[in-house]
């Protein structure tokens, strides 16, 4: 798990309005040997309304199967065991537009 890399997630439900359920994720960061900072995606377009998110376009690089929503406002760390597979990585130019908008949004 590195920066940059896109992995299947299975998020529990908070019962919130957070993204929630089995879904691509990019991790950000290795916090320590079993948590990670990760930002979730969706594949519901509408969702680019919102600011601070980021189309992805599927590649054979990243393993996205469709155009995704990178949610960078609902960043959030999680337990690696919530981990379930790589799909693949996103290319150095869409990872540093996540963090640049990740930069702008914490400031």
């Given at each position: 798990m590195k920066p940059g890399d896109i992995w299947i997630v299975h998020i529990p439900e908070l019962g919130t309005h957070e993204q929630s359920g089995v879904r691509p994720a990019v991790i950000v960061a290795s916090v320590t040997k079993t948590i990670v900072t990760i930002i979730p995606c969706t594949s519901n377009k509408a969702a680019l309304r919102f600011p601070f998110t980021l189309s992805i376009t599927?590649?054979?690089?990243?393993?996205?199967?469709?155009?995704?929503?990178?949610?960078?406002?609902?960043?959030?760390?999680?337990?690696?065991?919530?981990?379930?597979?790589?799909?693949?990585?996103?290319?150095?130019?869409?990872?540093?537009?996540?963090?640049?908008?990740?930069?702008?949004?914490?400031?």
């Amino acid at each position: 798990m590195k920066p940059g890399d896109i992995w299947i997630v299975h998020i529990p439900e908070l019962g919130t309005h957070e993204q929630s359920g089995v879904r691509p994720a990019v991790i950000v960061a290795s916090v320590t040997k079993t948590i990670v900072t990760i930002i979730p995606c969706t594949s519901n377009k509408a969702a680019l309304r919102f600011p601070f998110t980021l189309s992805i376009t599927p590649t054979e690089k990243n393993g996205l199967t469709s155009t995704s929503i990178a949610l960078i406002f609902h960043i959030r760390a999680i337990d690696t065991s919530l981990l379930k597979k790589k799909a693949g990585e996103l290319s150095k130019k869409d990872f540093a537009s996540i963090k640049k908008e990740a930069r702008k949004l914490i400031g």
